[in-house]
């Protein structure tokens, strides 16, 4: 279908045939149309058009709205102060073009079929270690990424940096060999084991080990050496290694299933995937000049960082003992993301804290040009997730929070809101656990996609789960309000009625419902998903609002005027649900 035009840039069309009619000097400014507060837009354009043409700019603004011709769109242009433009449009352009949006699948939101293919780095858990708070982020921000990219044309491909590499694994694999039997575990009905029991299972193997590392010399230097048959490749050592991969891999799919989140067994790349690039990666920067040696280790300068004793803080890419760091696998990364995946954009969903290692990693791609103009990297960094006081979120005990516990006391405080309510919708028990998950786990999505990627926020499961203020339970009990209005609506049917004039919460409603696919474009241009949340949490307030000043069925109110508000309930409800899915969160239709 072709593209669903917005009021806005149909708008922007009359002003530029407007100023283009009245300055033929001007015709290609920029009028620089934006919502407002005081109609229902504003253009400041003729200000700075003004200093160009060295004229009055309400003299200028007068002459453009003059210009303009009588037309269907815009119902009053009123000049207001030094020469801003108030644009009032009519309510049938409102109505025709929300019924466009409402013809469209995509609800007007554009599919860019030259889009490139961006590479997201998300949800990186490690390899026979519990995933705890500290992960959450990076998964949620990540896959609402990739929903939206997708959603507007981009092709994405998914990548699970995994830490599965690295000196530990030499004193697992040698415990495991000097007790072969601590991973050999069935149920006892011969069913696979849990995720639960996978990580007990790694959990308890690895303390056992360091224990033995930590008290026993000559089983940690068994174990060193154990590294070393890991690094140079041999088979039965690798073999080892990979049932610990596994192992891990059954509880992570565990964890990201109770996240309702789609991991592939295929875009899980951990550290290990970029192990034959290392050597030629550092070959690369070293004789390119890139990277140099210092104290013989391999080495990339930057003029503008430096450590607290004002000497050059370097990018260590192999050690002196011939070892290779996070930089060299995360370079190696980028060169196979950008030559073999062919990626225009790589984006990374990364703690902020580690901001300053991947500005070096991505200057260094830079020189050595495996990143340009036409090859960009971002880090989508993200703050830390805080209790209730304000602090680094932890328990009691001063412990870091697992994950999993933190997503099953969230799935029970929702079951429990979602009960209060169940007998009055007649849910059954089977509707309510399901829908308990739903809104717990959406819970937890909303609370930390609201708000702005950068920014730290507090966990607070009380409000999470709360039906007032800015949650997805709000926006879920909106939608299903929404739905059970039809199953009352007899024979009326929705039908945009483009003659009626609108009430004021409708014109409101309308207004907001046409800037769905701006924001949808913001959110992927500016990997902002929080500008999405912000959206369809005004959209259900604008919807509350219209709701309690519009009746649609009671009292009754004309066939006409039924079915257009119908109609605006239509369309409020499809938005809320396609916004809530690029999110990654489900909208039950009761609840």
């Known amino acids: 279908m072709a593209s669903v035009p917005s009021l806005a840039s149909t708008v922007q069309q009359r002003l530029a045939d407007g100023l283009s009619a009245a300055l033929p000097d001007a015709a290609s400014a920029d009028p620089l149309l934006r919502r407002s507060d005081r109609a229902d837009f504003q253009a400041n354009g003729i200000l700075a058009l ?18 303009i011709p009588a037309n269907d769109v815009l119902k009053e242009i009123e000049v207001s102060g030094p020469g801003f433009l108030n644009i009032t449009v009519t309510d049938a352009a409102i109505v025709e073009t929300l019924a466009a949006r409402a013809a469209d699948a995509r609800l007007g939101v554009p599919f860019n079929e030259s889009a ?63 007790h072969p039997h601590e991973l050999d575990h069935k149920a006892e009905d011969g069913a696979e084991v849990s995720g639960e029991e996978a990580m ?32 140079a490749g041999d088979e039965a050592t690798l073999a080892l290694w990979q049932r610990f991969v596994d192992e891990s891999k059954i509880y992570f799919y565990s964890v990201f299933d109770k996240l309702d989140m789609d991991i592939r067994d295929g875009d899980v790349v951990g550290e290990s995937g970029y192990n034959d690039m290392l050597t030629e990666t550092c070959r690369i920067l070293e004789e390119s000049g890139v990277a140099v040696r210092s104290e013989g280790a391999l080495c990339v300068f930057f003029d503008d960082v430096k450590g607290p004793d004002g000497n050059p803080t370097p990018l260590i890419v192999q050690k002196s003992d011939g070892g290779f760091g996070y930089a060299a696998t995360d370079l190696s990364a980028i060169r196979d993301r950008v030559q073999n995946l062919k990626a225009s954009s790589l984006l990374y969903v990364v703690d902020a804290r580690q901001s300053l290692h991947f500005k070096m990693v991505f200057e260094t791609a830079r020189r050595a040009g495996w990143l340009n103009d036409e090859v960009k990297a971002v880090q989508l960094a993200f703050g830390t997730v805080l209790g209730k006081d304000g602090k680094p979120f932890k328990t009691r005990e001063g412990e870091t929070v697992r994950l999993v516990d933190l997503l099953d006391e969230a799935v029970d405080r929702a079951t429990a809101v979602v009960r209060e309510k169940a007998e009055k919708v007649g849910l059954t028990e089977t509707e309510i656990v399901e829908n308990g998950q739903f809104v717990g786990i959406g819970a937890v999505k909303y609370a930390d996609l609201s708000t702005s990627a950068a920014r730290d926020y507090k966990f607070d499961l009380d409000q999470m789960v709360s039906l007032n203020g800015d949650t997805s339970v709000y926006l879920q009990y909106a939608y299903a309000r929404i739905k059970s209005i039809f199953g009352k609506a007899g024979d009326r049917v929705p039908a945009a009625h483009p003659e009626l004039e609108l009430a004021p919460a409708e014109r409101a409603l309308g207004l907001h419902l046409d800037r769905f696919a701006e924001t949808v474009s913001e959110a992927a241009t500016e990997y902002a998903p929080h500008k999405l949340t912000a959206y369809l949490y005004q959209l259900a307030s604008l919807y509350t609002t219209f709701y309690d000043q519009c009746p649609v069925i009671k009292p009754e109110p004309a066939k006409e005027v039924a079915e257009n508000r119908l109609f605006l309930c239509d369309l409020t409800a499809r938005t809320l649900h396609q916004g809530m899915a690029l999110l990654g969160i489900r909208t039950p239709e009761r609840l």
């Open 116 to 178: 490139g293919t961006t590479v997201i780095d998300y949800a990186q858990p490690n390899v026979a270690k519990e995933m705890h708070v500290g992960h959450l982020r990076s998964a949620v921000i990540g896959a609402a990424m990739v929903e939206i990219l997708e959603f507007t044309g981009e092709t994405v491909v998914r990548r699970h940096h995994i830490g599965d590499w690295g000196t530990q694994f030499g004193m697992l694999i040698q415990y495991l060999i000097e």
């Open 200 to 231: 007990s299972n790694l959990n308890r193997l690895y303390k056992a080990s360091r224990a033995l590392f930590d008290s026993d010399e000559e089983f940690k230097t068994r174990a060193r050496a154990r590294v070393v048959d890991l690094q």
């Open 50 to 67: 003004a200093k160009q043409l060295k004229g009055n700019p309400r003299e200028l603004a007068t002459k453009v709205v003059e210009a």
